[in-house]
């Protein structure tokens, strides 16, 4: 393969990340497959690094969640903070609480698979 098909195919790999994300419809023999952007829940709190633990509390508190996301500016996944986390000082920045690093899916993959990595790495940790 070319340098050129390689970038090719790459590209085409991430529009369909992309479109799978925006929620657009699709098409094929895997269009009703269940996709992590399905399952997703665009509505879960999410709060800048910079932040402190009374403003994800509040955030939290606000959508009956038990886990905020931690962004940054161009919304990607820095860390979560977990509902065990938010008794700490409220002036606590939220950057000192947060598990660093989360694992995150893409919104195109297959439901399936991921419940299938996810007892993977269940049976490996055991």
Known sequence: MT???????????AKGADW?????????????TPRVVD??????PTRGIAE????????????????????DA???????VSAKSLDADPRTR??????SSPVTFQ???????LVLRQNLGRRASS
């Open 107 to 113: 919104p195109n993959l297959d439901v399936g698979k």
């Open 39 to 44: 399952v997703a829940k665009p509505d879960a």
């Open 3 to 13: 340098p050129d098909e390689r970038d090719a195919v790459l590209t085409t790999i």
């Open 20 to 32: 799978f994300a925006a929620g657009l419809p699709r098409e094929g023999r895997e269009a009703h």
């Open 52 to 71: 402190n633990v009374r403003a994800v509390r509040d955030r939290v508190c606000e959508g009956g969640f038990d886990v905020c996301v931690v962004v």
């Open 74 to 80: 161009q919304r990607v996944v820095l860390g979560l």
């Open 94 to 99: 939220v950057e000192q609480v947060m598990q």
